[in-house]
Structures are given as structure tokens and as C-alpha cells.
């Protein structure tokens, strides 16, 4: 047995198609979340999401409001953030496109990780969130028969 394999089964780094993750600094206690290895980051569901420029086109602060009306995790609040990065990803369909990202930490079988986290708009798939390759690379196994 390879020693990355033993380290994650030792550590229960054991992941199924979905897992539970909480997102404490954005106040989520729980939300099932997809995984995927084929997404190099994870994306977090917002309904609304703006970037706040100056007058010289710099951006200076991202407004998002996370989930739609009908999640039980919709609060309707307006979040804001001072600090987030604009990054370049492709998307299920390969089509290129600027998605806000921001760090924070992420709770996912009881180990906390600070990482990147994208917003995107994903009402029209089953899941509010997305766990990609920049969460799992912190040491996780994804088996699909869980």
C-alpha cells in the first residue's frame, strides 16, 4: 500500500461522492457538498455576485449573496469582502471564465484547512458546493463506492 493511501485511511481521509463541509467564516455549518477531481478549486453557490470597481476600473470589494431563496441555508444576506483574488477557470464545458475567490477555512472530517474558494452560480445543479482538487490534495482519498 502506497504510504499517501495508508496516511489517508489512517486519518479517516476517506472521501465518497458527496461529504458534509463546514465554512465557518462564512457562517455555514453544514452543506453537502460534491466532489469532484476533475475541478481544480471548489466553488461555493451565490445567487448574486458583484464586483465593486473604482473609478479606474480596480476592483475594491465583492458583494455576494449566498444560496437561492428556496435553500434552507439562504439567508438573504449580503456578504462582503475586502480582500478576494479574480481567477481564470474553465468550467464543466471547457468555456473559460473570471470567477471571484476568496481564503477561508473549510471543515471537512473533522481537520480544518485554509484554502481558495470560488463563487459561481450553480442553481441549476444539485449541489450548492464543489470540492476540488485544492481541497483534496491536502491529503484525501476519494473512493465512489461510498
Known sequence: MNKRLFRAMKNGNILGATADVSLPGLGIKKVQARVDTGAASCALHASHINIIEDDEG???KLEV????SDSELYTGELVTFDSFIIR???NSFGKKMARPMIKTTVIINKQSFEILIGFSNRSKLTYDMLIGRNLLEKGFIVDVTK
Do not use: A
Open 88 to 90: 481564470n477557470v474553465r
Open 58 to 60: 480596480i476592483e475594491q
Open 65 to 68: 449573496i449566498l444560496f437561492d
